[in-house]
């Protein structure tokens, strides 16, 4: 008698729980992506809608998405350093734009090939440039990056053991710290720089220093914790991934979106 009410007891949790699995198993074909929202042209907040975003990292991804027959919306989540823990905690699901490092892929399924590169570079005040060939003429000066910020592998290791690099929430503070003398360069990604400096008029303040610092690619990061996360999902993203990266969309995406920040910076309408 007990074991047949203890296997109804079962059968009328599968049966509750059956339409709770049914709809989370449809919920993934919804997926929530969000990124840096300093980030244009790769990234930026939509003047029109500012809880979205857009820019090339964003097309590529509502691209993927359709390809895959996935509906995905690309979030504002706050500054950078809070985005990556909205995903990290399988609040949001996606990382739209991620530099590959050891430490992110203990929380990160990276969606292989990177789908652009980027180069980071040395900012420095037009009046206090500085001799400089590599890392090591980094060395005995104070420099800024962004909070949770990564510049490939190589060049994160190498900063931990021999720079002083001060971390901030945001691009804007990390140029305004450098213009106000209270550190001598910042490490930031280049066209993004030089979408926010002509933004905040430091264009002519600011200068690039010669040769990068690294050039990384950028990688979808589906969270650990994200439902959705399931294999075939996984196999599915870098299978169409390959696809769309052995084809000239990502270069036509960022040059279509470097002229769309341009043009909404000059009051223009947008190209299409």
Not at 42 to 47: E, H, S
Not at 136 to 153: F, I, P, Y
């Amino acid at each position: 008698m007990v074991e047949r009410c203890c296997f109804r007891s079962l059968l009328l949790t599968l049966c509750l729980l059956s339409p709770a699995l049914v709809a989370a198993h449809e919920a993934c074909h919804r997926l929530t992506a969000t990124g840096n929202p300093e980030y244009p042209p790769y990234l930026w907040r939509d003047p029109h809608n500012p809880r979205l975003l857009i820019g090339a990292n964003a097309d590529l991804l509502k691209e993927l998405g359709k390809q895959l027959g996935l509906d995905v919306e690309i979030i504002y989540a706050g500054p950078w350093s809070r985005a990556q823990e909205e995903v990290r905690t399988g609040r949001i699901d996606l990382l739209a734009g991620y530099f590959l490092t050891h430490e992110r892929e203990q929380r990160m399924d990276f969606v292989k090939p990177p789908f652009l590169h980027t180069p980071s570079v040395v900012w420095v005040r037009q009046e206090g440039a500085f001799a400089y060939r590599g890392w090591a003429d980094l060395q005995e000066r104070k420099g800024g990056t962004l909070v949770n910020n990564s510049h490939g592998q190589q060049f994160d290791d190498y900063a931990k053991a021999n720079l002083q690099l001060e971390a901030v929430p945001s691009a804007r503070q990390a140029f305004e710290k450098l213009l106000f003398k209270r550190s001598d360069y910042v490490v930031y990604e280049q066209y993004p720089g030089m979408a926010l400096a002509r933004t905040l008029g430091m264009e002519a303040k600011l200068k690039v220093l010669d040769p990068p610092v690294s050039s990384e690619g950028l990688y979808l990061a589906l969270s650990h914790e994200s439902p959705c996360n399931q294999p075939q999902l996984r196999e599915a993203l870098a299978r169409k991934m390959q696809e769309i990266v052995a084809s000239s969309l990502p270069e036509a995406l960022l040059k279509q979106n470097l002229e769309r920040w341009r043009s909404q910076q000059q009051g223009e309408p947008a190209p299409r």
